[in-house]
C-alpha cells in the first residue's frame, strides 16, 4: 500500500506521525506536570533523589511551585495546611504543690511548611484525616501541658499567663514538630481547682485591692484635712490679726466674741461628754458581751476537762483491773504449776514406796521359798527353822515384858505335900508362870517342849497367904 502511495503522500503521512508523537509526548509530559496549591504540601513518593549518604528519600515535600511526576516510578498527595482547632478539657492536673486544677483550652495546630518538619508530616501524617491527626495531636498536647503544670505552681499559672502560655508552647511544639505538626495558638478559656485555692487566691487579691484603696483613699482624705486644717490656720490667724487691729477700741464687740467662744467651748465640751459618755457604755457593752462569751467557753473548758479526767480515770481503772486479772491469772497458774509438780512428786515417791515394797516382798518370797526348799520341801519344817533362828529374839522379848516388875518379897507357907507329890510351893510357881504368855504355845511352834515344871497343868486352891510385915517377921 505504501508503495502505492506518491512521495509526497507518504511524506505527508510521516509528518502527521511524527506531529501526534510529539502532540502525545507534550500532553502527557503536561498531564504529569503538578503544581502545588498555597494551603497544601505536595508529597512526591516512590523513587526519589538519593541522600548525600547513598540512601533514596522516603519522600520529597513540595510547598508552592510545580514538579514532574516521572511516570510509573512516582506518584504524588496532598496535605492540607488548614489549621486545625483542638479542644483540650485537661482534668485533675497536678501542679508542683501538689493541687489538682482543670485547664480547659483550645489549640491551633497545622502542618509545618519547614524544610525539616515537612518530611517528618510526609512519613507520619500522610493518609491520616483530619480527624486522626486531630486525636494525635490531642494526645499529646495532653500529656506535654500536664507535664508543664506539674512544673509550675498555682500562683505562676493564675498571675503569669505569659510565662505558662509560654512554657506550653515551647514543650507542646517540640512534640508536634516530630509528627511534623506546629502550634499556631493556644488560648486558655479558665484554670479552676476543685480545693478553691484559685478563687481564695483571688479573694486574697481583690482584699488586698480594696485595702490599699481604702489606704489611699485614707492618705488623700488626711492630706485633704491637713490642707484644710493648714487653710483655716492661715485665716483664722489673718481674720485674728485683723479682729485684734479693728477690736483695739471696740471691747463691747470683744465681749460679745469672748462670750460667743464660750459657748462654743460649751458645746464641743458637752459634744465632747455625750461622745465619751457613748463611747464608755458601748465599751463597757461590749466588755459585758466578751465576759459572757468567755464564761461560756471556760464552761465548755471545763466540761471537756472533766470528760478528759474522766476518761483517763477509766482508762487507768481498765488498765489496772486487766493487770490485777493478769497477775491473778499468773499465780492462779503458778499454783496451778506448783500443786501439779507436788502431786507429780507424792506420785513419784509413792511410786517408788510401792516398787520397793513389791522388791521387797519379792525378796522374802524369795528367801521363804529357799527356806522351804532348805527344809526339804515340808512348811512346818521351815516354820520351826524360822522360830530356831528367832528365838533368841523372842526371849528377849519375853523378858524385856516382865524386867521390869518389881517384887520385894515373896513369903510362901508351904503346908506340906499334896496329891501328884506336888507342894504348895510348887502349885504357886506354877500358877505364877501361867500369868506369864503362853510359852507352850510359843515353844510348840518352834517345836520345842516347855519343861514339866513350867508346864501348865492343874493346880489344888492354895491357901491364903497373907504377907506378914517386915518388923513382925522372924529372924
Known sequence: MLLAMSPGAIVALVIVLVVLVVVSTLILFLSRYKKCPSDKIMVIYGKISKNDDGSYRSAKCIHGGAAFIVPVIQSYAFLDLTPISISVDLRNALSKQNIRIDVPSRFTVGISTETGVMQNAAERLLGLTLSEIQELSKDIILGQLRLVIATMEIEEINADRDKFLDAVSRNVEGELKKIGLRLINVNVTDISDESAYIEALGKEAAAKAINAAKISVAEANKEGSIGEANALRDRRIQVSVAESEAIKGENEAKAQIAAAEATLREAEAEAKRRATT?????????????????????????????????????????????????????????????????????????????????????????????????????????????????????????????????????????????????????????????????????????????????????????????????EDKPE
Do not use: H
Not at 322 to 347: H, M, N, T
Open 278 to 470: 457613748a463611747e464608755k457604755v458601748q465599751e463597757a457593752k461590749a466588755r459585758e458581751d466578751a465576759y459572757a462569751a468567755e464564761k461560756t467557753a471556760e464552761l465548755e473548758r471545763a466540761k471537756r476537762e472533766e470528760a478528759t479526767l474522766e476518761a483517763d480515770v477509766i482508762v487507768k481503772t481498765q488498765i489496772e483491773k486487766r493487770r490485777l486479772e493478769l497477775e491473778a491469772e499468773a499465780v492462779a497458774e503458778q499454783i496451778r504449776r506448783k500443786a501439779k509438780g507436788e502431786a507429780d512428786a507424792i506420785y513419784a515417791k509413792l511410786e517408788a514406796e510401792a516398787r520397793g515394797t513389791k522388791e521387797m516382798l519379792v525378796s522374802q518370797a524369795a528367801g521363804l521359798s529357799a527356806i522351804v526348799t532348805a527344809a526339804g520341801g515340808d512348811a512346818e519344817s521351815a516354820v520351826k527353822l524360822m522360830i530356831a533362828d528367832k528365838i533368841e529374839s523372842l526371849v528377849s522379848t519375853q523378858v524385856e515384858a516382865i524386867k521390869n516388875v518389881k517384887i520385894d518379897k515373896v513369903t510362901v507357907w508351904d503346908n506340906g505335900s499334896k496329891e501328884n507329890g506336888k507342894t504348895a510351893t510348887a502349885d504357886f510357881l506354877s500358877g505364877m508362870l501361867k500369868s506369864l504368855p503362853a510359852l507352850t504355845d510359843l515353844f510348840g511352834m518352834a517345836g520345842l517342849t516347855l519343861p514339866e515344871i513350867v508346864r501348865p497343868g492343874k493346880t489344888e486352891e492354895a491357901p491364903v497367904v497373907e504377907e506378914v510385915p517386915a
